[in-house]
């Protein structure tokens, strides 16, 4: 017992004493602290240790991997599942709470190639509208499944006339209960039309993802700078949400582009972020403002204001999400001020044609004649 409590951590709750066991993943280095009542899985994801998952119930034995060393119990009766993978040397991570310190083997999740791609039915379960032309979405998979992401990253919707629409994943991904999107509505765009004026709760829709190499890398200690245009927002938030969840200390410095007070939405989120992390800095920047805005802070172009801050971008990671426009116009910017070609991530996101002929936008040709 002596050796035991020199290994673990003691804790004192709710008027009794509980133990921490300690996981190790030697292939990868990673440590982490599970406690009591908490599983293998539950605990990683906690701590930002990406351990692969599907359903988190036992079901799909995405997160099966091998126990080196220590002991395990489950957290309920053994599907048959968990016992053929017993059988086969395996431990589904989902259910096993530890009863030792223990040493395991599982691929991680560090990447976007790590990510299974999956298509699943989805229920909307909530709408909220934002702005007068933002709607935030929340999807429900089925019980048996969990969508796997990287902050950062987007799903696509598959609709019945075989077309897709593309939109991010505005949550981070310790937080999976639901799919947050957030979806501005372009006047005569189909699929925007829909959703403000067809769509309702408890309707069922189809999804693939997740998609993108637009996700949050944590190994740098650089410290970084975001960009958002309109509802570029939504990702960024997800990477914000998961950066604060994983207690990452380096310095971020937020810049949303609005056009007019009206546009800027979550204002109060973020405000609220700031007054709980010290290496928070938010800039909203208004292109247009209107008279009864009464602005008084940044105007102009959201890049010129990130320039006007930091002249030398070469110690910096830059994060851009937002239309073509914006992120072109960042990039020749940026470039310009030191920033390395290693050091910059964006999620340009592209209107569907129907959209941009609602806007008196012409696609180019591209084909050869």
Partial sequence: MANLLCEN????????????????????????????????????????????????????????????????????????????QQKQGKTLFCQAQPQSNVEIRVREIS????????????????????????????????????LQFLAGQYIEFLLKDGKRRAFSIANAPHDDEF???????????????????????????????PLGSFYLREASDRPIIMMGGGTGFAPLKGMLEHAFHIN????????????????LYMDAIVNSWL???????????????????????????VHEAIIEQYPDLSGYDVYMSGPPPMIKAGMDA?????????????????????????????KPRTDAS
């Fill in 9 to 84: 951590e003691l804790h004192f709750q709710q008027g009794r004493f509980y133990m921490s066991f300690k996981v190790s993943v030697p292939a990868s280095g990673h440590e982490f602290s599970v406690e009591q009542g908490e599983t293998i899985l539950e605990a990683a994801l906690r701590q930002g240790v990406g351990l692969p998952y599907g359903c988190r119930n036992g079901a799909c034995g995405k997160c099966a991997g091998e126990l080196i060393s220590g002991e395990v119990n489950y957290a309920k009766e053994l599907s048959s599942l968990a016992l053929d």
């Fill in 111 to 146: 990447t976007g190639r790590d990510v299974e791609i999956k298509t699943l039915p989805c229920r909307v379960e909530s709408m909220q509208l934002l702005t007068h032309d933002i709607m935030k979405l929340q999807l429900k998979l089925p019980e048996t499944e969990r």
């Fill in 179 to 209: 799919i947050e999107l957030h979806i501005r509505h372009v006047p005569d765009g189909q699929f925007g039309d829909y959703v403000f004026d067809g769509m309702k709760v408890k309707e069922l829709m189809r999804l693939e993802g």
């Fill in 248 to 263: 990452l200390n380096r310095p971020v410095h937020l810049f949303c582009g609005v056009r007019a007070r009206k546009d």
């Fill in 275 to 301: 007054r709980q992390h010290d290496n928070l800095k938010y800039t909203p920047v208004l292109s247009e403002p209107e008279a009864k805005d009464n602005w008084q802070g940044q105007t102009g172009f």
């Fill in 334 to 362: 940026f470039y310009a001020h030191g920033l390395p070609e290693t050091q910059i991530y964006s999620d340009s996101f592209e209107y569907s044609d129907d959209a941009l002929r609602a806007m008196g936008i012409t």
